[in-house]
């Protein structure tokens, strides 16, 4: 299996899982509050990476000069990302809150482009507008009501895709090599802290354990959480942070299809319209590595 494959298997992995975690959180939210929810689940899926790193013989601490770096991405990339992330579905619905909460890409590229001075070729260009445009069509409809929940919510999802982004950001100015599980583990474990005491701090009511909510628990922070995050950073290590960010938005997409399919939430056409203009988007990005391959 060649580089470019490993790279498009993980991140298809990370597209799928991450589309499909709103529909998850809101069911989730039935049974436990969004802060002790989130911290749960953030320290279940740190501790799991803790595991594999032992067993493979990486060691439990990262190198010591990422520890500096460990309370930044862990304050982004897992506390404020996963606080608002579990907090606005209740507000949206699992399909708009997939669509903003996955709007990294937006962020992604500004602040690669200002910190990192990652610049996009025109054809990555003409993709990225593609989608944004796409992006446009599908979250317009939403904000012609007049819902303060509404506003609310969205506000809350954007704030997941820009903490998220930051610590993408963070993430590929890192070079992680041999602490990329450790690393990621203990970021979302001190970040899952945080999600706790702020739960005791708000005097969040107590989890109600059931088995359905012990199996969302547990498919959030392994196949999720922990999984996605280590994916995460390593393909950081391989690709530039605003090329990455393009195959992104295929998440909104599949988030409302799964919103449709699980939670009767309906489409509208604006969703299929520009559903359609992001991934032509993405077809025009992926052309760049079919080129690159043939010469």
Do not use: D
Request: charged share 10%.
């Amino acid at each position: 299996m060649t580089n470019h494959i490993k790279k498009i298997v993980v991140l298809a992995y990370i597209i799928i899982v991450s589309s499909a975690c709103y529909v998850l959180i809101l069911r989730g939210l039935q049974s436990a509050p969004p802060f002790v929810f989130a911290g749960f689940r953030t320290i279940l899926g740190g501790g799991t990476l803790l595991v594999f790193s032992r067993l493979s013989g990486q060691g439990i601490f990262p190198e010591r000069r990422l520890w500096k770096w460990l309370p930044g991405v862990a304050l982004t990339a897992t506390t404020l990302t996963f606080g608002s992330m579990f907090v606005s579905p209740s507000f949206t619905g699992a399909g708009l809150a997939s669509i903003l909460g996955n709007a990294q890409p937006l962020f992604i590229v500004l602040i690669a482009f200002i910190f990192l001075g990652e610049r996009l070729s025109f054809q990555q260009v003409i993709a990225f507008f593609l989608v944004v445009a796409g992006v446009l069509i599908i979250i317009l409809p939403s904000f012609t009501q007049s819902e303060g929940s509404l506003l609310t919510g969205a506000a809350l999802a954007l704030t997941t895709s820009l903490a998220a982004a930051i610590g993408t950001v963070i993430g590929r100015h890192l070079k992680l090599s041999e602490s990329l599980l450790a690393f990621s583990a203990w970021q979302l474990i001190l970040g899952g802290a945080v999600l706790i005491v702020l739960s005791l701090l708000m005097k969040e009511p107590v989890i109600q354990w059931n088995l359905e909510f012990f199996g969302i628990l547990i498919i959030l922070a392994i196949f999720n959480s922990a999984v996605i995050s280590c994916g995460w950073f390593w393909l950081l290590q391989q690709v530039k942070a605003g090329e990455l960010a393009i195959y992104l938005f295929l998440v909104p997409v599949l988030g409302v299809l799964w919103a449709y399919l699980f939670r009767g939430e309906q489409p509208e056409l604006s969703s299929i319209m520009g559903g359609m203009l992001i991934l032509i988007g993405i077809f025009c990005q992926e052309l760049k590595y079919f080129k690159t391959e043939k010469t």
